[in-house]
C-alpha cells in the first residue's frame, strides 16, 4: 500500500520566493489497485509522480510504502523496495541491447526465450526486437512497450507511468490501451499509477484521482468520476484545460 500524508512540494520562483506545486495533499493506494490520476495541465500530475518515485523529496508530509517511511529514499531505494517508474520519454541507450535492458530490469540472467515471452506480453515480435540496441532506430511507440516488458520482467508490487501516451502515433496507442486493458485484468496485489488525460485509460481505472492546484478536488470510483469530467464543458475544462504542465 502507498500512503501520502500531507504531501507538500516547493521551489523556488523568479521573484525568490517559494513556488507551492504541491499542497498538503494526501492519497491512499491500496494493494492491487489500478488508478489514473488526471488533471489539468500545471495541477501537479507529474510532479505528484516523482514524488512517489523519489526523482523528487516533499517539502513537507510523508510517504509510506507497505507501512515503510519512505520520504527520504533515493530513487534506488525504491525500486530495491518493489516501486517502478516509467517516463514520459523512455531512455535510450547507445550500445545496449533489448536483451540487456531486460536482464538488467529482471535482476538476473534470463534466457533469451524468457525474455522473449516478456516482449511477446506488450506485442512485440521478439525475434525482431530481441537483439536491436535501444536507440534512435526504435519509434515512440515501440520504446513504450520495451519499457512496459522491463516492468513485467522487474515483476514490482507498484509501477508510476508518467502520461504514457505522450509522443505516440495512434496506431501505438491503440496497443498500448490493449497492454493496460491485461495488465489491468492480471493484476493481483501489484497496483498500477497512471498520469493520463486520455478517456481510454480513463475507463480501465478502478478510481480516477483529479489534481488541480497542487491537490485533490476528485476522487473516487471510475464509474462516479469519470460521468462527472465527462458530462460537462465546466467539468472538462477544469480536468482538460489548457497551461504549463
Same mark, same amino acid.
Given at each position: 500500500?502507498?500512503?501520502?500524508?500531507?504531501?507538500?512540494?516547493?521551489?523556488?520562483?523568479?521573484?525568490?520566493?517559494?513556488?507551492?506545486?504541491?499542497?498538503?495533499?494526501?492519497?491512499?493506494?491500496?494493494?492491487?489497485?489500478?488508478?489514473?490520476?488526471? =488533471?489539468?495541465?500545471? =495541477? =501537479?500530475?507529474?510532479?505528484?509522480?516523482? #514524488?512517489?518515485?523519489?526523482?523528487?523529496?516533499?517539502?513537507?508530509?510523508?510517504? #509510506?510504502?507497505?507501512?515503510?517511511?519512505?520520504?527520504?529514499?533515493?530513487?534506488?531505494?525504491?525500486?530495491?523496495?518493489?516501486?517502478?517508474?516509467?517516463?514520459?520519454?523512455? *531512455?535510450?541507450? /547507445?550500445?545496449?541491447? *533489448?536483451?540487456?535492458?531486460?536482464?538488467?530490469?529482471?535482476?538476473?540472467?534470463?534466457?533469451?526465450?524468457?525474455?522473449?515471452?516478456?516482449?511477446?506480453?506488450?506485442?512485440?515480435?521478439?525475434?525482431?526486437?530481441?537483439?536491436?540496441?535501444?536507440?534512435?532506430?526504435?519509434?515512440?511507440?515501440?520504446?513504450?512497450?520495451?519499457?512496459?516488458?522491463?516492468? #513485467?520482467?522487474?515483476?514490482? /508490487?507498484?509501477?508510476?507511468?508518467?502520461?504514457?501516451?505522450?509522443?505516440?502515433? #495512434?496506431?501505438?496507442?491503440?496497443?498500448?490501451?490493449?497492454?493496460?486493458?491485461?495488465?489491468?485484468?492480471?493484476?493481483?496485489?501489484?497496483?498500477?499509477?497512471?498520469?493520463?488525460?486520455?478517456?481510454?485509460?480513463?475507463?480501465?481505472?478502478?478510481?480516477? *484521482?483529479?489534481?488541480?492546484?497542487?491537490?485533490?478536488?476528485?476522487?473516487?470510483? /471510475?464509474?462516479?468520476?469519470?460521468?462527472?469530467?465527462?458530462?460537462?464543458?465546466?467539468?472538462?475544462?477544469?480536468?482538460?484545460?489548457?497551461? /504549463?504542465?
Amino acid at each position: 500500500m502507498l500512503e501520502l500524508q500531507h504531501v507538500s512540494f516547493e521551489v523556488p520562483s523568479e521573484t525568490d520566493e517559494q513556488l507551492e506545486i504541491i499542497r498538503d495533499l494526501s492519497l491512499t493506494v491500496g494493494d492491487g489497485k489500478f488508478v489514473v490520476i488526471t =488533471g489539468p495541465n500545471g =495541477g =501537479g500530475k507529474s510532479t505528484l509522480a516523482r #514524488l512517489i518515485a523519489g526523482v523528487e523529496q516533499p517539502t513537507e508530509g510523508r510517504i #509510506l510504502f507497505d507501512g515503510a517511511d519512505i520520504t527520504a529514499a533515493s530513487v534506488t531505494e525504491r525500486a530495491k523496495k518493489g516501486i517502478s517508474f516509467a517516463f514520459q520519454q523512455p *531512455v535510450r541507450f /547507445k550500445g545496449l541491447t *533489448v536483451l540487456d535492458l531486460i536482464r538488467i530490469a529482471a535482476g538476473k540472467e534470463l534466457t533469451i526465450a524468457e525474455a522473449c515471452t516478456y516482449l511477446s506480453e506488450v506485442g512485440l515480435c521478439a525475434r525482431d526486437y530481441i537483439n536491436r540496441e535501444v536507440n534512435a532506430s526504435l519509434s515512440g511507440g515501440e520504446l513504450k512497450r520495451i519499457e512496459i516488458a522491463t516492468v #513485467l520482467a522487474r515483476g514490482t /508490487k507498484l509501477t508510476v507511468f508518467d502520461e504514457p501516451e505522450a509522443g505516440i502515433d #495512434l496506431w501505438s496507442f491503440q496497443n498500448l490501451i490493449r497492454i493496460f486493458e491485461k495488465m489491468r485484468e492480471e493484476i493481483s496485489l501489484s497496483s498500477i499509477i497512471i498520469i493520463s488525460h486520455q478517456e481510454r485509460i480513463l475507463n480501465i481505472a478502478d478510481e480516477i *484521482v483529479v489534481i488541480a492546484g497542487g491537490t485533490i478536488t476528485k476522487q473516487g470510483p /471510475k464509474e462516479e468520476i469519470l460521468p462527472q469530467l465527462m458530462g460537462t464543458g465546466d467539468a472538462v475544462e477544469q480536468c482538460f484545460g489548457q497551461g /504549463k504542465r
